[in-house]
Structure formats: C-alpha cells, structure tokens
C-alpha cells in the first residue's frame, strides 16, 4: 500500500506533505516523534503545514500516538490501517525506542462490577531485542 492509496481510503485529499508523513511513519522501523518525522520528511514544509496535517492524519486515526511520559510521545501508523489488531507497544529503557507489537495483541482485562473500558493501552518497558545482543 502506497500513501496515496491511504488517503484515498480515507477519502482525504491528497497533498504532498500528508503524503510524505505517512512515507515516514510507514517505512519506519520504530514509532517516531513529531520532530523525528519532521526531520525525515523530504520536503521542506514550514511548521504550520507540518503541524496542520499531521493532526489531520492523527484525527483520521491514521497515525496513532504512543504516550510514554510526557516528555516521550511516538508516532506509528494505525491499525486500521495495518489491518492488525489492537496491539502493545514495547519501549525499551536503554535505547528508548517505542515500538508497536503487532503480533502482540491487547488481552482483555476483567474489570470490578461498575466499571466499563473502551479502550485499553499496554505499554511494557525493558530491553529491546538489538539492545540486548549489545550486552
Ligand atoms: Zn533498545
Ligand atoms: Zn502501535
């Protein structure tokens, strides 16, 4: 799938710098922060467009966002457009990358009478696989 055929299916309208975010998210190996994205992009957009499109493509659930703190937030792109299922993320303490586990679904948690979820987010910490074989 091309970033074109993305905004397509999300009928949005197709500009280069939405094009070229979703580039950058897509063939990433890692979830990425707004500056990092920012800083691959090809194209030199100044900040407001950047700005602009990158919310509209995270309104349109095209990229999520992956809080670790609040000085650590990542970017990926969507399940919904990855056809995967509601996924963990994995951020590892020594490197501090944030990567999404889509072969690690989210379990469901039983929760007290009363209380109702809608969504659930898991984030696990430790060492990533290239971290360790740093040891
Ligand atoms: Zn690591
Ligand atoms: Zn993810």
Redesign the pocket.
Known sequence: MKPIDILNKHDMKRTSCREGIIEVVMTASQALSENEIRERLAGNYDRTTFYRSFKTLEEHNIIHKIVVNNQLVKYALNNSVTHKNEHTHFF?N??Q?VKCMDDVPVQKYQLPDGYSDNKTEVLIKG??A??KTEE
């Open positions: 590892c020594k490197c990358s060492t990533c290239n971290c």
